[in-house]
Each structure stands twice: as C-alpha cells, then as structure tokens.
C-alpha cells in the first residue's frame, strides 16, 4: 500500500460514536458530538423541508432538528424511550452552529482505526456520496461513517440556521 493511501486512511482514525436508524449502524466523528439529549418537546416550523423536525429550547438557544430517518429517505417509526437526539457541532461560513440530529438510539463510542476504514463504494453516477466519511468495519459488520458536515448542504445549513435565529428573536 502506498504511503499516500496510508495517509488518507489512517486521516480517518479515530473516536465514533455509533447511532442506530432502523437495523443499519452509522457513526460520526465524537468530535463533532457536543451532547446527547433524550427527546424534548420540539416546535415545528412552518414552510421548512420534511426532514427538518423544528427547534428546540436547549438552555435558552434554538438548536434546529432534522430527522434523518427522513433526510435518508426511510420510513418514519414510532418515537420510543430510545429516540434521541445528538447536538453535534456544524461549521456554516466560518462560522460554528449548533444543530440537533434525531436518531432511534445511541449505539456506543468506537475507536476506529484508519486502516479498518475503506471510502464509500461507487453507486454509479447518480449517487452522491459525499456525505458518507467511509465505511467501517467493526466486529465482523460495516458502519456507515458519516461526514455531518456534508449530510445538510450548506444552503440547507444556512437556511436552518436562519430559521432558528428567526424562530429565537420572535421568543425573545
């Protein structure tokens, strides 16, 4: 193996915290992760996308929701004791923004090396995969790595941000 792909590879070691929707297990860099909450009351928004759920209060600042069984395009399930939802960190213009991930429970934190990590198969030309980091292989199965950054497009990001900086000034 070149030392190139060595580099790349080993780039993407490091702590993931593994999150389940329905029988598939995916994982996000535990440095983007801010908290883990239980679900809370969340306020819709009118006119925003069906995968964005609302906002939430969380200690006076509000933290938009998106629903990723719905981004991803799955079915939508009953909310359960185990629903939660992940206050991961984004990066928008420079500028760092809170953003809040409902999931159907949290797995567990992973160390995972470079090396057990391989890029997102191609799917053809259709398929944008740039939201997948790579994926992992951990105990014999695969985990989808996800680069949350690329899950939400910016204008996407932008238009949430604003939606919640709108939704506080109008609570204020």
Same mark, same amino acid.
């Given at each position: 193996?070149?030392?190139?792909?060595?580099?790349?590879?080993?780039?993407?070691?490091?702590?993931?915290?593994?999150?389940?929707?329905?029988?598939?297990?995916?994982?996000?860099?535990?440095?983007?992760?801010?908290?883990?909450?239980?679900?809370?009351?969340?306020?819709?928004?009118?006119?925003?996308?069906?995968?964005?759920?609302?906002?939430?209060?969380?200690?006076?600042?509000?933290?938009?929701?998106?629903?990723?069984?719905?981004? $991803?395009?799955?079915?939508?399930?009953?909310?359960?004791?185990?629903?939660?939802?992940?206050?991961?960190?984004?990066?928008?213009?420079?500028?760092?923004?809170?953003?809040?991930?409902?999931?159907?429970?949290?797995?567990?934190?992973?160390?995972?090396?470079?090396?057990?990590?391989?890029?997102?198969?191609?799917?053809?030309?259709?398929?944008?995969?740039? $939201?997948?980091?790579?994926?992992?292989?951990?105990?014999?199965?695969?985990?989808?790595?996800?680069?949350?950054?690329?899950?939400?497009?910016?204008?996407?990001?932008?238009?949430?941000?604003?939606?919640?900086?709108?939704?506080?000034?109008?609570?204020?």
């Amino acid at each position: 193996m070149s030392e190139l792909m060595q580099a790349v590879q080993t780039d993407k070691s490091g702590k993931y915290l593994t999150f389940m929707l329905g029988d598939e297990e995916y994982g996000l860099e535990i440095l983007r992760v801010r908290e883990i909450i239980g679900l809370m009351s969340i306020t819709v928004v009118p006119r925003t996308p069906p995968y964005v759920r609302g906002v939430i209060n969380l200690r006076g600042k509000i933290i938009p929701v998106v629903d990723l069984r719905v981004k $991803f395009g799955m079915e939508t399930v009953e909310v359960t004791e185990e629903t939660c939802i992940i206050v991961v960190d984004m990066i928008l213009n420079e500028e760092q923004i809170e953003m809040g991930i409902l999931v159907d429970k949290v797995s567990e934190v992973l160390d995972i090396m470079g090396q057990d990590i391989e890029d997102a198969p191609a799917f053809g030309t259709g398929f944008d995969s740039d $939201f997948i980091l790579g994926m992992a292989k951990v105990k014999g199965s695969v985990k989808i790595l996800l680069n949350i950054g690329s899950v939400l497009n910016s204008e996407e990001v932008l238009m949430m941000g604003e939606t919640a900086i709108n939704t506080s000034e109008e609570s204020a």
